[in-house]
C-alpha cells in the first residue's frame, strides 16, 4: 500500500503561479504512474495530468495544455505539478493519485490511491 503526502496548495491572483508536490512512501517500487484530478463545488473530480513512473510519459487534459506541467522525481518518490497562468476556473481541491497497474488515467475511479487534496484557489 502506497500513502500520499500533497502539499503546495493556496491562494493566487489569476496569471500566478503554484507548484504542488506529491510525496509517496510505503510500497513505491511496484507504482506504475501518478497523477493530478481535482474537484470543483458541485462538479465531478476530473482528469488534470498524469505520467508514467518508468518512462516519464505525461498526460494533460486540454484545458492544462501549455500552462501546466507535471514532472517527477524518482530518487524522492515525489510528483510534482508546475501551475502557470492559473485562471479562476482552475480554482479547485487538487488530489493526486497512484497506480499500480496500466489502463486508462483519466477516470479518477481508475486510480485506487489517493492524496488528502490540497486547496487551490485563483482571485480574479
Known amino acids: 500500500q502506497v500513502q500520499l503526502v500533497e502539499s503546495g496548495g493556496g491562494l493566487v491572483q489569476a496569471g500566478g503561479s503554484l507548484r504542488l508536490a506529491c510525496a509517496a512512501s510505503?510500497?513505491?517500487?511496484?507504482?506504475?504512474?501518478m497523477g493530478w484530478f481535482r474537484q470543483a463545488p458541485g462538479k465531478e473530480r476530473e482528469f488534470v495530468s498524469a505520467i508514467s513512473w518508468s518512462a516519464g510519459t505525461t498526460y494533460y487534459a486540454d484545458s492544462v495544455k501549455g500552462r501546466f506541467t507535471i514532472s517527477r522525481d524518482k530518487a524522492k518518490k515525489t510528483v510534482y505539478l508546475q501551475m502557470n497562468s492559473l485562471k479562476p476556473e482552475d480554482t479547485a481541491v487538487y488530489y493526486c493519485?497512484?497506480?499500480?497497474?496500466?489502463?486508462?488515467?483519466?477516470?479518477?475511479?481508475?486510480?485506487?490511491?489517493w492524496g488528502q487534496g490540497t486547496q487551490v484557489t485563483v482571485s480574479s
Open positions: 493519485g497512484a497506480r499500480y497497474y496500466s489502463g486508462s488515467y483519466y477516470s479518477h475511479n481508475q486510480w485506487p490511491y
Open positions: 510505503g510500497v513505491t517500487f511496484s507504482i506504475y504512474a
